[in-house]
């Protein structure tokens, strides 16, 4: 352990019992997790913590008394000397700039703050162990299941080597009620809103920008690898129509929405949906609900619950504030070597669409001469004068499966769509 880090600690030992109280938090973003949090905060009075002033890029009443916490000037929230900074501003700047003064000002930092950590997680790790300090994020990736405080604290049981899971609930909603109730795209998403599962503008979990951030961050996490967001294999789930989850079904399966990444090589990972077999333990997780499955020498550990809102993800804030005030939370996290990201094989589940589709073996005769195996066909289905199939293939790269269903498109004026499929014993 370095001098720096050493000192950290001491430094983090002396403020778990300091003289004053309560304990001042500084808070860059009063949104609607930032909001949620002076809530909670106020309904506990006797919580040891409190909030003096809150960073806005517009002033306006967030509640009452919320005036005597709001500035626009980050000097103003620093000046206040807050033990802790709490990060929830959301996107990349200011909030890069401002978390790297705290740390640098040795103030540790928690952050619920995805796109932050996906995109600049390597800088702000090393500046968090320059100056040997906590950084502490359980509330950026599923904060309704806090675990990754727990694998920070247990790096042997933390050895992992691949991980599959749904890591946004609002895209898993949609799929799963537009399953349930036949609803296309625009529908679930639209119940979806009237639920308040997604937002007003709902493209970065639709196009699946969110979970590849979580992805991103996890792989900081598990693999201690840092690769690029916009590297990752990503696609949303927007080319998922009604009548895919029936074809799905036929299978044995279901469209979810997944993010996968494998590391035992180099690092394979890709986001978007895909076709979950009945056997396997994502295939049940539903609605909003998140899920995690880790793969690891001693065998899979699977971590399920709600993913996210204001009032959870606050919550979870709280909780990362209370360990770094009581002196528990590590220095610092570890830092990260610089990944590349391959697009791996996979498995496919192919729909087929038009007025009349080639026979079976004319279909597996044309997949097949282009380097794609047939694993399993469904029966055709039938309706408003076109036919429709689903098929499974045997692991291929992406770039095959595009190729080989733009020449049958071309051919015979087949629409095709495809996504990935999981293993069942994964």
């Known amino acids: 352990m370095s001098l720096q880090v050493?000192?950290?600690?001491?430094?983090?030992?002396?403020?778990?019992v300091p003289s004053r109280h309560p304990f001042r938090i500084g808070l860059l973003g009063c949104g609607n997790v930032g909001s949620a949090l002076v809530r909670l905060l106020d309904r506990q009075p006797h919580s040891g913590l409190c909030v003096d002033w809150a960073l806005v890029r517009h002033p306006r009443e967030r509640g009452p008394n919320a005036d005597r916490r709001l500035t626009t000037s980050s000097n103003a929230v620093f000046a206040s000397a807050p033990d802790v900074v709490v990060?929830?501003?959301?996107?990349?700047?200011?909030?890069?700039?401002?978390?790297?003064?705290?740390?640098?000002?040795?103030?540790?930092?928690?952050t619920a703050n995805k796109s932050l950590l996906a995109r600049h997680g390597r800088q702000l790790r090393e500046s968090a162990r320059r100056h040997g300090v906590p950084l502490l994020y359980e509330a950026a990736v599923i904060a309704g299941v806090p675990f990754l405080g727990t694998f920070a604290r247990r790096p042997f049981a933390a050895q992992s080597t691949a991980l599959v899971g749904i890591v946004n609930?609002?895209?898993?909603?949609?799929?799963?009620?537009?399953?349930?109730?036949?609803?296309d795209l625009g529908e679930g998403i639209r119940e979806a809103q009237a639920r308040g599962y997604a937002e007003p503008d709902p493209a970065n979990d639709i196009n699946g920008t969110d979970a590849a951030e979580k992805?991103?961050?996890?792989?900081?996490?598990?693999?201690?690898?840092d690769v690029a967001v916009d590297t990752i294999d990503r696609a949303g789930i927007q080319s998922v129509l009604a009548g895919h989850h029936s074809l799905a079904a036929e299978l044995g399966g279901a469209l979810k929405p997944i993010i996968h990444a494998d590391w035992t090589?180099?690092?394979e990972a890709f986001v978007g949906p895909a076709f979950v077999p009945a056997a396997h333990p994502l295939h049940h997780v539903h609605d909003v609900e998140n899920a995690l499955l880790l793969e690891t020498p001693r065998g899979r550990l699977l971590f399920q619950g709600p993913g996210a809102g204001p009032d959870i993800t606050a919550a979870t804030v709280i909780d990362d504030v209370h360990e770094v005030l009581s002196g528990a939370a590590l220095p610092a996290p570890d830092g990260l070597a610089a990944a590349g990201v391959r697009s791996p094989e996979t498995g496919w589940f192919i729909a087929l669409d038009a007025p009349r589709l080639p026979t079976n073996l004319e279909v597996a005769e044309y997949l097949a001469s282009q380097g794609i195996y047939l694993r399993r066909a469904a029966d055709r289905q039938s309706r408003d004068g076109r036919e429709r199939q689903g098929l499974l293939t045997w692991p291929v790269s992406s770039a095959v499966v595009r190729d080989a269903l733009f020449g049958l498109e071309s051919a015979v004026g087949v629409t095709s769509v495809s996504f990935r499929t999981l293993e069942a014993s994964r």
């Open 265 to 267: 090589d180099g690092v």
């Open 87 to 110: 990060e929830l501003l959301g996107g990349c700047e200011p909030a890069r700039e401002l978390v790297v003064r705290a740390l640098e000002a040795r103030i540790p930092v928690v």
């Open 169 to 183: 609930g609002t895209s898993n909603f949609v799929l799963s009620h537009s399953a349930h109730r036949s609803l």
């Open 215 to 225: 992805l991103a961050v996890l792989l900081q996490h598990f693999a201690g690898c």
């Open 6 to 16: 050493m000192a950290g600690r001491a430094e983090l030992e002396s403020r778990a």
